[in-house]
């Protein structure tokens, strides 16, 4: 079946460097779906892209779907601690309604 | 409106014992999913089901099954658990844009399962 790849697993940083966890999937996707998780919580829906080379703004987070829409990427432009977490991103599986998680990217921010 | 309800929050079972885990959701989504979390496994899909009645088999279905009798609601129950099976579980609904084209997915707020 279809997979959806993350990395990294794990990113630390210093309070205001820029971070950036990239999803790769084995076929090309309808769209892309991006979460947080904050530590305990339950995943909370970021974005969606639909359009081959797709680019989304929220304030400091961009989020880009590659023009073969196989890759996504999340930058995030001086991290704040307010941004600790695990980011997912999401496909469907085959043009299905069965949506496919990555690992997930899990994020520490060193204030 | 209180989105996405999962019950119980917390469980402790026995090996062998069943359990029935209850969705709740109150958006008249069509869409409604199990997943499991575990540490470093991110979330994999358990069943799925598009619609009242209907249910499909997700990534790891092995050991689960699920009804959806009504739209509102999706059960997973365990019918011999196993302590392979202790996990976070999520249950998550959304609405349909259009064929295969899922909407942003709800989530309850998990429910974790000891298999002892």
């Known amino acids: 079946g279809q997979q959806v790849m993350q990395i990294p697993q794990y990113q630390h940083v210093q309070e205001g460097e820029d971070f950036t966890t990239y999803c790769n999937s084995s076929t090309t996707l309808s769209n892309i779906q991006w979460y947080k998780q904050r530590p305990g919580g339950h995943p909370v829906f970021l974005i969606q892209l639909v359009k081959s080379g797709e680019v989304k703004k929220q304030k400091r987070l961009t989020f880009q779907f590659g023009e073969a829409k196989k890759n996504s990427s999340l930058h995030i432009t001086a991290t704040q601690t307010t941004d600790v977490g695990t980011y997912f991103c999401?496909?469907?599986?085959?043009?299905?309604?069965?949506?496919?998680f990555g690992k997930g990217t899990k994020l520490t921010v060193n204030p | 409106n209180a989105g996405v309800t999962q019950t119980p929050k917390f469980r402790v079972l026995k090996t062998g014992q069943s359990m029935t885990l209850l969705c709740a959701q109150d958006m008249n989504h069509e869409y409604m999913y199990w997943y499991r979390q575990d540490p470093g496994m991110g979330l994999r899909l358990i069943h799925y089901?598009?619609?009242?009645?209907?249910?499909a088999k997700g990534e790891v279905p092995d050991g689960y099954n699920v009804s959806r009798l009504k739209k509102q609601n999706f059960l997973l129950g365990l019918e011999s658990a196993a302590p392979s099976q202790t996990s976070v579980y999520f249950c998550?609904?959304?609405?349909?844009?259009?064929?295969?084209?899922?909407?942003?997915?709800?989530f309850g707020e998990g429910s974790r399962l000891t298999v002892l």
């Open positions: 089901s598009v619609g009242e009645g209907t249910t």
């Open positions: 998550a609904s959304s609405y349909e844009r259009g064929r295969f084209f899922t909407g942003e997915l709800f």
């Open positions: 999401a496909g469907p599986e085959g043009g299905s309604e069965k949506l496919v």
